[in-house]
């Protein structure tokens, strides 16, 4: 994944950037107009928090793109057109919103969770019901985690986890880095890019190539729908509801995220569709026929059984900047495997080096993975500032683009930025200055928001809307 022009840029935070930016298609010149600003870093094996102000950088940087009339010209001037925080970005990274007078729940199900197998160790991915039920039914006990436990140490982790996965559920047996870069999906991962930006269709659907951003409010008309959940999905289309798209989250009846949705929901609009049912379906295919932007986390086979493939999706919009995103990657035999920011840690070896390395207070056989979910708020920036170079590319060519990335290849991009800094300074404590000062108030209750970890010169960055529950809007654009 590295390039020529990173041998001008030698730190990590620089690096990941180029890198980033050469994937994007982006002029290497623009680079030089990215300050990063802030000290200190997160506690990890891993560079996490030079990945996460260099991923907020791109999205930025993609930005300042759109609104200018490019990198290469009269469209930014000056080096510090993109200025990313590095203790924001790293607090991003984590949640961005401190409630004023309540309670979070628990961000995780009380039987997920890291396990002892009879060979090595296994996470169980269970916040979803239908997850923890699969998980359970290849267990054949109860949800009570002392029965989990004893149940999971009979089996050998591989083998629990490929019974899991044929279930329907989710899991990942720990894997060290040489074991990943020998599997078959850990093979894939290396010989595929880090992401893809393609044109594709004709030519725009309804108004793509009239669209022109206004650089106060860039993506200002631009319509978003967000088919995506926990967590990387959400995080790029809260980036761009940020910079004024029309945002619209659809979910299914029965889902919630009460731990995330204050946090993700913010300047979205959320409503719920039952695309078993031909009615909602229906609703489905002509909010995606107006759609500018469509941002999805769905495996493959599962829209195409909605009728909802590539070639049916690029025939209802033709202009569509369609962004894909799965966790393991798009070849390979685990292509299209559900998996979650902690699964593929477990997969790809990022939590065997966590236990390995770091001095922890803790037993030296359990899996310690990132301080902060980094693959999917780094992949969420990604998918964003993919989102923003194929609006721009559309404006200039009036066709559609259709990007894919993976949590995988994230990871892989961490995992080759080299050894974290485990002996830097740490990040300095928040203060009243790193909020807005405005309480936001969400559903929930009030709440403080961070300030934003990029800026872009003459495009702030802001929401319209408070943070507020799923199913809690109408499914139709404004």
């Not at 203790?87 to 039987?111: H, K, T």
């Not at 050998?156 to 990943?180: F, H, I, K, Q, S």
């Not at 403080?448 to 529950?469: I, K, M, N, Q, T």
Request: hydrophobic share 45%; proline share 8%.
């Amino acid at each position: 994944m590295t390039t020529p022009d990173t041998a001008a840029h030698p730190t990590p935070d620089r690096r990941f950037l180029a890198t980033l930016w050469h994937a994007l298609g982006g002029d290497p010149a623009a680079l030089d107009r990215v300050t990063f600003i802030g000290a200190g870093s997160l506690p990890a094996v891993y560079p996490v928090t030079d990945l996460a102000v260099a991923s907020v950088a791109a999205a930025g940087l993609a930005l300042a793109g759109l609104t200018g009339a490019g990198l290469t010209g009269a469209g930014l001037t000056g080096a510090d057109a993109v200025v990313a925080d590095r203790r924001l970005a790293s607090a991003w990274f984590g949640y961005a919103l401190r409630p004023l007078g309540w309670e979070l729940p628990p961000v995780w199900d009380a039987v997920a969770g890291d396990y002892r197998a009879a060979d090595g160790s296994i996470r169980l991915h269970t916040n979803a019901p239908h997850h923890r039920a699969a998980a359970l039914s290849v267990l054949s006990v109860p949800a009570e985690r002392a029965a989990v436990a004893r149940a999971v140490a009979a089996w050998p982790a591989t083998e629990l986890e490929t019974a899991v996965v044929a279930a329907g559920g989710c899991a990942a047996a720990m894997r060290d880095a040489a074991a990943w870069a020998a599997h078959p999906q850990g093979r894939a991962v290396a010989a595929a890019p880090l992401l893809s930006l393609d044109e594709a269709g004709q030519g725009t659907g309804q108004g793509g190539g009239a669209w022109r951003p206004n650089p106060a409010r860039p993506l200002a008309g631009i319509r978003v729908l967000d088919l995506t959940r926990v967590l990387a999905g959400p995080t790029a289309t809260r980036f761009l509801a940020g910079c004024g798209a029309q945002v619209l989250r659809i979910d299914p009846p029965d889902w919630e995220e009460p731990a995330l949705a204050p946090d993700m929901t913010l300047g979205k609009r959320c409503a719920r569709l039952n695309l078993r049912a031909a009615d909602d379906l229906a609703t489905l295919r002509r909010l995606l026929a107006g759609a500018d932007v469509l941002v999805h986390g769905y495996r493959p086979d599962a829209l195409a059984r909605l009728g909802l493939d590539a070639d049916s999706r690029r025939a209802l919009n033709p202009g569509l900047v369609d962004i894909c995103l799965d966790a393991y990657g798009w070849t390979g035999p685990w292509a299209g495997r559900r998996g979650f920011d902690s699964l593929v840690q477990m997969s790809c070896g990022i939590a065997e080096a966590g236990m390995r390395l770091l001095d922890r207070d803790r037993p030296r056989d359990r899996p310690t993975p990132l301080p902060v979910q980094a693959l999917d708020h780094a992949t969420g920036y990604i998918l964003a500032a993919m989102a923003l170079r194929g609006l721009a590319r559309r404006r200039e060519t009036g066709r559609g683009m259709v990007g894919r990335t993976s949590l995988a290849a994230t990871a892989r991009l961490l995992m080759e930025g080299g050894a974290g800094r485990l002996d830097a300074p740490p990040l300095a404590p928040e203060t009243d200055a790193d909020f807005n000062p405005v309480v936001e108030q969400t559903t929930w209750g009030p709440a403080r928001r961070l300030r934003p970890p990029v800026a872009v010169a003459g495009a702030p960055l802001a929401w319209d809307r408070p943070a507020s529950p799923l199913g809690s809007a109408s499914a139709a654009w404004e």
